[in-house]
């Protein structure tokens, strides 16, 4: 039995063939131009080529479509976000987790957001969801991290590893 050309381009962008999945791609949307799972991968091959207009483009029709999966949006979000879109990159992280309320990277994207937007007690909010739903995400864990440095002052640490003042 044949395989769905698809899969040839999931196994090319998998082993990190992005010219070939790209043109795999193209070629299965030259036939069946509305076909939502391809303009999908299009979309985020493109990203990690560094085409991230090109991407924005192709994920904007994967994330317009009622069909669009929390997946998807996650990835619609991520090129908003590259490109400075946060507010727009917030949004579709949110729809994300509507899609899908246990998506700890959506979570953990949302947080990144905030978190440039100076908004910290809403991303480390959304760190500690990423991290509850996926402890091993060690992303969302250094994010969280991060995010609490941005309102303990550092020398609450020093001072919290100083034998005998915390250790009693």
Known sequence: ???????????????GRLDEAAELCRAILTREPMQLETT?????VLLRQGKTN???????????????????????GTVLNALGEGERAAAAFG????AQPNFAQ?????GVVH???GRTVAAIDAFRRAVALEPGLSEARNNLRAAYRDVIPPWHFAMLDEIGRAHV
């Open 54 to 76: 090109a991407a924005r483009d192709m994920l904007a029709r994967v994330a317009a479509s009622p069909q669009a999966t929390a997946e998807m949006l996650n990835n619609y």
């Open 115 to 117: 978190r440039s937007a």
């Open 95 to 98: 729809r994300a987790i509507a």
């Open 40 to 44: 999908h991968l299009l979309g985020v």
């Open 106 to 110: 959506a979570f953990n994207n949302l």
């Open 1 to 15: 039995m044949e395989s769905h050309p698809l899969e040839h381009a999931s196994a090319a962008f998998r082993a």
